[in-house]
């Protein structure tokens, strides 16, 4: 099973209303107990004000997220929308290098009629936050408002994380080679080419580019990156990038690779990620150590980009 499946968090509505901003909520103080009960998959608590035409939700806490980062951890935090309308959003705190999150911010969907309320569908999605790159998404929740017996009184629901759907499907492979060479303390990084890239344009295309960063335990070390290649999901690039890399640090190495769309109007697309080291998937450490075996001999392998 996915780990996103697996994937437990809680959600809870206060004993008393507090307001929150558009771009997020202050922590609250002062408010009645909340059962904070923990068991597999995820819980939400949340009501209606007739008087104020205002629904209540209150974000309390993640258990067990999957970690995003090479590290082993994530930067986890939750949007909010009421759908169909997704140009109001509203945002938790990043919460930093933790899988068990505690958020407890209380948000309101103000100026709702009770009718208006029962269209809408509670839309719930957690994302790591990635501040060199697009965040990404760890699970998804929806709860049709319609659903619910009695939005007047405080209701519980418990639902799994489902893997969210901007993060699904397959999307492409890299043809990565790589070349250690133990007299120069070196990694040479080889982008080839790529195949069946996920289409991020509304045309049905991408403009790829490949970005890399050296990382040495959890600190960016060096940046490069390919030219862009125009409309093409079977992109060639053929760029080799030299990294150094001294021997006593190999083993807390790790060479992520982005492929990206590259967009004019707003921010850049990630299309999928490879994370090269000791400590990666099964395919990744394959080629770590096939390097190490064979120094000064490109060793090529093609890898399935991953969200």
Known sequence: ?????????????????????PRGSEDDDGEGPISERSWGG????????????????????????????FSGTSDPFVKLYLLPDKK???????????????WNETFLFEGFPYEKVRERTLYLQVLDFDRFSRNDPIGEVSIPLNKLSDLGHMQTFWKELKPCMDGAGRRGDLLVSLCYNPTANTITVNIIKARNLKAMDIGGTSDPYVKLWLMHKDKRIEKKKTVTIKRCLNPVFNESFPFEVPAHVLRETTIIITVMDKDRLSRNDVIGKI???????????????????????????WHALKA
Request: overall charge positive.
């Open 275 to 301: 994370y090269l080291s000791w400590k990666s998937g099964p395919a990744e450490v394959k080629h770590w150590k096939d390097m190490m075996g064979r120094p000064r001999t490109n060793v090529a392998q």
């Open 88 to 102: 109001h959003k509203l945002e938790t705190k990043v919460k930093r290098k933790n899988l068990n999150p505690h």
């Open 42 to 69: 995820s819980s939400s608590l949340f009501g209606y004000s007739f008087q104020d035409s205002t629904l209540t939700v209150k974000i309390l806490k993640g258990q067990e997220l999957p970690a995003k980062d």
């Open 1 to 21: 099973m996915d780990v996103g499946m697996q994937t437990r968090w809680i959600l809870g509505q206060p004993n008393n209303t507090l307001s929150c901003c």
